[in-house]
C-alpha cells in the first residue's frame, strides 16, 4: 500500500479511537471502553494513575453514577510513526449531579488529553493517555425549563448499559 494512505487510514483510526473514549462513556458501553485501551495503557487522570483495564473499572462506575454525562473531543492531532502514534486534543465534558434539593446540576470540565497509541496485530488503541484539566465551572442544569410541553425535545436518560437507542459503531 502506499506509504501516504497508510498513514491515513492510521491517523483515521486514532482519530476515531479518541471520539469513541467519550461515545461509550456516555452511553455506559463498558465494552466499548474497554476497546479503546490497551489493558496495559499507562494512565494518568491525576485521581486516577494506572493501566487502561484498571482505568475501565474506575471510569465506568464513576459515569454511571452521573444523572447525565457528555464528552466532545476537538482539535484532535495525530502524528503515526509506524505502529506508533503521538496525539493531542481538546475534550470538554459535563456531569449532572442532583443537589441537596433535588435540582439538576452540571459541572463542566475542559481540558487536553495527550495520548500515545499503538497498533498491535493490526488494531489500534490508547497505549498512555495523560490528562490535564484546564477549567471547570458549574451551573443549574436547564433542559426542563428549556423544553416545555410546547416545544418538547427529545431528551434521553441514560441511567444503565444498554439502552435501546445507542447504536454500536
Not at 463498558?30 to 479503546?36: E, H, I, R, V, Y
Amino acid at each position: 500500500m502506499d506509504p501516504q494512505l497508510q498513514e491515513l487510514l492510521d491517523k483515521k483510526a486514532c482519530e476515531e479511537l479518541v471520539v469513541r473514549y467519550g461515545r461509550t462513556q456516555d452511553w455506559l458501553d463498558t465494552p466499548g471502553q474497554d476497546s479503546c485501551f490497551w489493558p496495559d495503557a499507562d494512565i494518568d487522570f491525576g485521581f486516577f494513575t494506572g493501566n487502561g483495564a484498571d482505568w475501565v473499572k474506575t471510569v465506568m462506575p464513576h459515569e454511571q453514577a452521573a444523572a447525565r454525562r457528555w464528552h466532545m473531543s476537538t482539535s484532535v492531532i495525530i502524528q503515526v510513526h509506524g505502529d506508533t502514534a503521538t496525539g493531542e486534543c481538546y475534550g470538554i465534558a459535563v456531569g449532572s449531579h442532583r443537589d441537596g434539593d433535588g435540582n439538576l446540576v452540571d459541572n463542566m470540565y475542559g481540558g487536553r488529553y495527550l495520548d500515545e497509541f499503538e497498533k498491535r496485530n493490526g488494531e489500534w488503541r490508547i497505549s498512555k493517555r495523560t490528562y490535564v484539566l484546564d477549567w471547570s465551572t458549574q451551573f443549574p442544569n436547564a433542559l426542563d425549563a428549556m423544553t416545555p410541553d410546547e416545544f418538547a425535545l427529545n431528551i434521553l436518560t441514560i441511567s444503565e448499559p444498554g439502552h435501546p437507542d445507542y447504536r454500536p459503531l
